[in-house]
C-alpha cells in the first residue's frame, strides 16, 4: 500500500478537476489526480454531442486567470471547450499529476485521520485528504414509463451527433438545456421532433441587443433585479406564451436551472416542433400523453437530468438529499476530517469565473484545516452558517460572499482555533475496508 499522507487526492479531471488542480500547484498544496476516463476534459470529453455549444459566454465560462482565445465564439463550441482545457492543463503544467483510466471504487477514513483509496486494479493507496470532483452530469436519471415502446430509448448523454437523429419522428422529454438542444436538431434533420415538458419552462434567450444575457448581470445586482431583468428580457424578446402554445410556467425564474434557448420557440412557430404535456404510457409505437393526446415515434431521448453520486463512499459519507450535497461551505463536512465535496452544486452562469473565485480560497481553508483538528466543516456549523437546502446558486451572490470571505479570513482563522480548543479529542470515525470478494471480482 502506498503512503501519500503528505498529498490529497482530487478525483476527476474535469473543469472543476482541473481549476482545483491548479489552485493548489499554485499554493504549493501536494496532490495526486486521478479520472476514470482515458483523457482529461470530463463532460466536456465524453460526455456531450458534437453540436453542443455552453450556454453561459466565452467571458463568464473561462477561467478569469486564463482567457479563451479571441477567436472563440460568445457561446464556444465542444470542441472549443475540449480545446481550451487541454490548452490550460498544458499551460500550468498539470499533467504530470494526473493518472488517467484510474477509477476509484472505494474510499474510507481510516486511523489518524487519513484516507484511504482503494482503484479499480486493486491497488490502495492513503492519502491525508480526498477532494471529490467527479461532476454531476454521468448518473444517468430515467422517467418510469408505464406500458412498452417499439422503438429506441435513450438518455440525452447517449445522444452524440444528428445522424441519430436524421428521418425519424423524434419525441424528447425534458425542458432544460439539453432537451432543447435536442428537440431543435429534430426539427431540422428529424421528420417529426415533439417535446414532451411536465411543466412549461422559462426560455430565457442567449442574447439581448447582440450580448450575452450571461454578461449583462454583474456581481453586485441583487437577486430581484435579476427576476425583474430576466423577465423583462424574455416579454421583449418572445413576448407571451399564449402565442406559442403553451402555458405560463408556474414557478419563479431562477427557481429552477435556467433555460437559454431561442430555437424552441423559433421552431415551434414555424411548425417544426409540438409541445406536450407528460407520458402517460407507452403503447407499441405510439406513446399517449396526459392529455389524451397520442402520437407515434421511431426514438425517445430522455433528456431527464442527472443523479449527484458518490458510488465510491460508503454510506455513513453520502450526505446528497435530491440534488443537494449537505455540506458546509459548499465542499466540508462537519464530522470527518479531510473530504471535500466539489462541483455538485449548479450556479447560474460559467463554470470558470466561480472556479477562479472560489478556488485559492478553498486552498487557503486546506492550508488553516492542516492547522487544526476538527474538521472545517463544524467550524463553518459554529459560526452560525446553515447547510445548503437547494443545489440551485445565484452566482452573483457567490461573488459577494467570496468577497467577504476574503476581507474576513483571519476571523476566520481565530474562529476556527477557538472552536478547536473544545474539541480536543476529536477523531475521523474509521469505517470498514472494502469486501475482499469484491477487489477479487
Partial sequence: MLETTHKHLIIGAGFIGLGMAESL????????????????????????????HIISSRKITQFTHFPMPDEYPDFPSAKNMRDYLNSFANYFSLRQNIELNRKVIYVRPIDENLWEVTFENGEQRIYKGVIICNGHH????????????????????????????????????????SACDVAAEAARVGAKSVLSMRESVWFIPKTFVGVPVSDLIKWWVPEWLQRFTAYLIILLTFGSYKNYGLPKPNYRIFDKHPTLNNEVPYYIKHGRITCKPEVRRLDGEEVEFVDGSRESFDLIVCATGFHVAYPFLAPELQRVEGSTVKCYGGSFLEDYKGIYYLGWSQARGGVGSLVSAFAPIFARFLKL???????????????????????????????????LVNLFFNRIVKKAHQVDSHYSNFRNIPLSPLAKKVLSN
Fill in 25 to 52: 500547484k499554485t499554493a504549493n498544496i501536494p496532490y495526486d489526480q486521478v479520472d476514470a476516463s482515458d483523457d482529461i476534459g470530463g463532460n466536456w470529453y465524453h460526455g456531450v454531442y458534437e453540436t453542443a
Fill in 138 to 177: 454521468w448518473s444517468k436519471r430515467f422517467p418510469q414509463f408505464q406500458g412498452e415502446f417499439n422503438g429506441e430509448i435513450i438518455h440525452s448523454k447517449d445522444y452524440k451527433a444528428p445522424q441519430q437523429l436524421s428521418g425519424k419522428r423524434v419525441l424528447v422529454i425534458g425542458g432544460g438545456n
Fill in 369 to 403: 484545516q492542516d492547522e487544526i483538528n476538527i474538521p472545517m466543516g463544524l467550524v463553518f456549523k459554529e459560526m452560525g452558517q446553515q447547510l445548503p437546502k437547494s443545489h440551485l446558486e445565484d452566482p452573483q451572490n457567490i461573488f459577494r460572499e467570496l468577497k
